[in-house]
């Protein structure tokens, strides 16, 4: 034994040079006491790991001989390997590791042992932190999980992870316990057993797809029977031959079938996945990526006790259409509960099957149809027999609106009015075309009468009411309130505060003061929600008759309630609001969960709404003190949930509520656009957001690549049109998402460069325009009576009547006003085409520069603004730039109200180019803003370089077609469309689109300043 010590000391001393002999006479002496064959694997060990670190080598000397008592020797040199690799990486991870190694060995039983050391070592290959992770964590993981089998099935599965995603490998590993124990207390050893296989063959076959897999295995095996989950299983294994991903949302989809809707629908729906994957993986994924929500979506339209029918009733209808078409089953999924918002099972199921009509047509149409984009495809949904419709008793609700308020007040379907229509004239209240909610009819009217009341509630209790004390008060306070966070740094960093009552030209109600809002779609949530929860209070204080009816459709709301845990994160401060001012108080569930959110909530609400003398004002303030505490102060939030766990409320309680607050304060920041449409009564608001987001997974096509809808800025208004597609025959309804926001500042300096470099052309175009000026009256002769005599017409009669008898008594004069009455619009393409560079010169590059396009647009308004000045037309500049449809920016660089300014002048030095041209979409929002104006002569003069472009309109025929039905639009509005364009190479194309207006084509487009003054005074005399 002498020599062999002899023999490891002078091996020591020459690989590990720069240790001291007494700590190199230490590890000789502690790895003595092993036998001969473990102290030479342990010296092979030492060295090795001595060339890629010094100190972890000494540290795996030092521990080794503890070490070497838990584990054999093969397990020994796996121990040593995985110790190396990790110092490759991180030399101090690899010293913890080697120095905690005796005691974590220690606490995990011996057989778990190697296949622990073996699955550090497979990790520490690509990540150090995780493998040491991995195992610091083993004692604990494997301590918690009762059968053993189970725990080297686990780990088998790690191991074979690892080889594919370290990660996911210590994902599982580590969510091991929790998933075991929830899925272990069903009792069903067999289950569990299956379900570790299925686990181990994702791991096999697709690797990280199986953490994802495994997480979610306790939802649907401790809410499903066994038989419908080993059926599960078996369909899901099925599916793995093709995909694991696509086996792993097959599985997520199903269970959420399965647990939601029962057995049967699970059957059903599995059927209709089956014929979609026919179509291919890419189809199958993306329809089980849909289908949880859009089952989801389902049950909660019509409350838990309702779903399993309405779902399975859903999915039969669909396995119908199925059998003709599965594009169209898809899409009639898909479309489901959009069209259960407003319709009947029974409705749905005509319409459906109506819909099989046009299964031979286009392919493009009866997709259309089933996805609910056409009018033609809403008209048949909404015309089917069933449900109780407006028409038929307006008549009946006006009387009893009448009744009610002692005023008359005008009765209108929603439908009626346009996006940006004012809904608040406080004349007119407007409600749904149809109720469907009920299958009686006697119960759908008893909606329809509180609906009613509510929306007359409106008008009595002055939710519109313009410049009330309480309502400046409010704006007041949320400026101040802003204006400080701001300045502290904490603000939204909003551009330019809107004007003041006394600043601008009209009053101020709540939409101001929501603008006032560094989130102003988040405040106006909420703010819906809070007044009408005002509107409802008073209704039950002043008329108490009407109290059951309230009643009732309270109740209907408290069934439908989904639960606490199932609603999304993102969505819990406006369902818990939501119960508190509508529902007459949180559910149990809620209260118990989310104590502190719902006691601030309630204290806010008592305060300021729920009290008689209750005004807009209130309403106001409540929604600025909700905004704060979700918002603007996450950490009194935070603060709050700490108190509540300390006063003994649980240990969760604390966690999920801070959470709560951090979540939406989060979810502010990104501003994400998902609405609850659980609330009847804010139909009242709809003009003011977005009923439906095409954002939401729902709405998601899977063919066609499609742009999110982008945030909205501070002082942006939204606004929704319909599109033409040429294949349908039909529009696509609110397809168009129009963003309309004030130009962007510039320097005015390139206006007076414009100015100096046509100081010439200006002064001759101003005369030009000033001649077009009428006078201010004109002499009319020849007149029977008038204000005075014409003397030639009197000379003229005394001279026939004394020749010839024959006289004319037209001797009068009278003087009339003329005024030239014309109100223009320019539409200017800012798209990034019209960045290309045009000069008179190309072989001069250097010396003679030619002009970007866009720059030749504005020296064209700049000419233009200074004639119309000169003639005193009302007009308007617009651009207009895109992003797929949901992104359509409209820019006002001039508003018909506003004058010629320093401030337009920025705006016209601010035009840049960007992204494409959905003409379309900008003609219809300029006609609408046009057709406002009160003038007889409405022209609209688009300036463009070429055809219309977007990513997602398709193909290019679409889009002219689109263009012409918009410019047909415009001359129905009584406007006259004028199109200017340079792109001489596609003239065919454009007759085509432009044949029906008036259009024409600039050869030279440097030419474009000086010749739109001409052109313009051609369209106007």
Not at 623 to 637: G, N, W
Request: net charge negative; charged share 30%; hydrophobic share 35%.
């Amino acid at each position: 034994m002498d020599e062999l010590q002899k023999e490891v000391k002078k091996q020591l001393k020459k690989h590990l040079r720069g240790v001291g002999g007494s700590t190199i006479e230490n590890l000789v002496k502690r790895l003595g006491g092993l036998p001969y064959e473990r102290v030479l694997l342990t010296t092979d060990i030492g060295v090795a790991l001595a060339a890629t670190n010094l100190r972890a080598a000494v540290e795996m000397l030092k521990a080794a001989p503890e070490v070497s008592r838990l584990i054999d020797a093969g397990d020994l040199r796996v121990w040593g390997e995985a110790g190396k690799r990790l110092s490759a990486t991180s030399p101090e991870t690899a010293i913890a590791f080697f120095q905690s190694s005796n005691v974590t060995l220690d606490a995990i039983p011996e057989e778990m042992r190697s296949p622990v050391l073996r699955l550090v070592n497979k990790q520490a290959a690509l990540s150090a932190n995780t493998a040491a992770d991995s195992f610091n964590s083993a004692p604990r993981v494997i301590a918690r999980i009762s059968d053993h089998e189970n725990v080297a099935q686990i780990l088998t599965i790690c191991l074979e992870m690892a080889r594919h995603s370290v990660k996911h490998s210590n994902d599982l590993f580590l969510a091991a316990p929790q998933v075991m124990s929830e899925i272990e207390a069903s009792g069903d050893a067999e289950l569990t057993k299956r379900a570790l296989k299925l686990t181990a063959a994702f791991a096999f076959r697709s690797g990280g797809t199986a953490a994802d897999f495994f997480s979610e295995l306790p939802t649907v095996i401790t809410a499903a029977d066994r038989e419908s989950v080993q059926r599960l299983f078996d369909i899901t294994e099925s599916y793995l031959d093709r995909s694991g991903g696509v086996a792993l949302q097959y599985f997520k989809a199903a269970s959420r079938v399965l647990t939601i809707a029962g057995k049967e629908s699970f059957e059903r729906w599995t059927a209709l996945a089956k014929r979609v994957g026919m179509q291919g993986n890419a189809a199958s994924y993306h329809f089980m990526k849909q289908s949880p929500h859009i089952v989801a979506e389902l049950a909660a339209r019509v409350g838990p006790q309702r779903r399993t029918q309405a779902v399975s009733a859903v999915l039969e209808i669909v396995e119908e259409i199925s059998e003709r078409s599965t594009i169209a089953a898809v899409e009639c999924f898909k479309a489901s509960p959009l069209a259960l918002t407003a319709a009947s099972l029974g409705q749905f199921r005509d319409w459906a099957r109506r819909g099989l009509e046009k299964a031979s047509e286009n392919s493009r149409r009866v997709q259309a149809y089933y996805s609910l984009e056409s009018k033609a495809s809403q008209e048949a949904l909404f015309k089917i027999e069933g449900g109780l419709t407006l028409d038929s008793v307006a008549h009946t609700l006006r009387l009893y609106v009448e009744g009610l308020t002692g005023r008359s007040l005008h009765v209108a379907s929603l439908a009626s009015i346009p996006d940006e229509a004012k809904i608040g004239d406080g004349s007119t209240i407007y409600l749904p075309s149809v109720v469907a909610e009920f299958e009686e009819e006697r119960e759908n009217f008893r909606l329809f009468k509180v609906l009613a009341a509510h929306a007359a509630g409106q008008v009595e209790f002055l939710t519109f009411a313009q410049d009330a004390p309480g309502t400046v008060a409010a704006i007041d306070e949320i400026r101040a309130t802003f204006n400080q966070r701001s300045e502290e740094g904490v603000g939204s960093g909003r551009r330019n505060p809107p004007k003041t009552s006394t600043e601008g030209s009209g009053g101020v109600g709540f939409l101001f003061a929501l603008g006032e809002f560094p989130d102003r779609d988040l405040a106006t949530r909420l703010f819906t929600t809070v007044e009408n929860g005002r509107i409802d209070f008073l209704l039950r204080q002043v008329y108490r008759g009407i109290r059951r009816d309230l009643d009732f459709v309270r109740e209907r709301l408290i069934e439908r309630r989904p639960q606490i845990d199932k609603i999304p994160r993102e969505l819990l401060p406006f369902e818990l609001l939501f119960q508190i001012a509508i529902c007459g108080g949180p559910t149990a569930e809620a209260r118990r969960s989310y104590p502190t959110v719902v006691r601030e909530i309630e204290q806010i609400l008592s305060d300021y709404i729920f009290r008689e003398d209750a005004t807009v004002g209130e309403s106001l303030m409540a929604t600025l003190r909700i905004y704060q505490f979700f918002v603007a102060q996450p950490s009194q939030a935070d603060a709050q949930s700490e108190e509540s766990g300390e006063s003994g409320q649980g240990g969760d309680t604390k966690s999920d509520e801070a959470s709560l607050a951090d979540s939406d304060a989060e979810q502010s920041g990104q501003r994400r656009q998902v609405e609850v449409r659980d609330d009847p009564f804010s139909l009242w608001n709809s003009g003011q957001q977005q009923e439906i987001n095409p954002d939401y997974d729902i709405f998601n096509r899977s063919s066609g690549p499609e742009s999110p809808e982008q945030d909205l800025d501070k002082g942006d208004l939204a606004f929704y049109y319909d599109e033409w597609d040429r294949e349908l025959a039909d529009y696509r309804t609110r397809w168009c998402r129009i963003i309309e926001r004030a130009g962007s500042r510039g320097s005015r300096g390139f206006v007076e460069l414009v100015r100096s470099r046509y100081s010439g052309v200006i002064s001759s175009i101003r005369y030009q325009f000033q001649l077009m000026r009428p006078e201010n009256l004109r002499r009319i002769r020849g007149e029977i009576d008038g204000e005075d005599y014409d003397l030639q017409s009197v000379i003229d009669y005394a001279l026939d009547k004394r020749s010839t008898g024959l006289i004319d008594d037209r001797l009068y004069t009278r003087k009339l006003r003329r005024e030239r009455d014309v109100a223009v619009s320019f539409l200017l393409d800012m798209s990034s085409s019209t960045a290309r560079t045009i000069s008179r010169y190309p072989n001069h590059p250097y010396t003679q520069p030619g002009q970007r396009i866009i720059d030749i647009e504005k020296e064209g308004l700049v000419l233009m603004s200074e004639a119309l000045e000169a003639v005193g037309d009302v007009y308007s500049m617009q651009g207009f730039t895109s992003e797929g449809r949901r992104n359509v920016k409209f820019y006002v660089i001039k508003d018909f109200s506003e004058g010629y300014s320093a401030e337009v002048e920025r705006r016209i030095g601010g035009i840049s180019y960007q992204n494409n041209t959905r003409l379309g979409a900008a003609i219809r929002h300029a006609t609408t803003r046009l057709a406002r104006q009160e003038a007889r002569t409405k022209l609209m003069i688009v300036l463009s370089d070429g055809r219309p472009y977007d990513h997602d309109y398709g193909d290019s025929r679409y889009a002219r077609e689109d263009t012409r039905v918009a410019l047909r639009q415009a001359r129905i509005e009584g406007i006259t469309p004028f199109c200017i364009t340079i792109d001489r190479e596609s003239e065919d194309q454009l007759k085509d689109m432009y044949g029906e207006v008036g259009y024409t084509i600039i050869d030279d487009v440097l030419s474009l300043p000086e010749r739109l003054p001409g052109i313009y005074s051609r369209l106007t005399t």
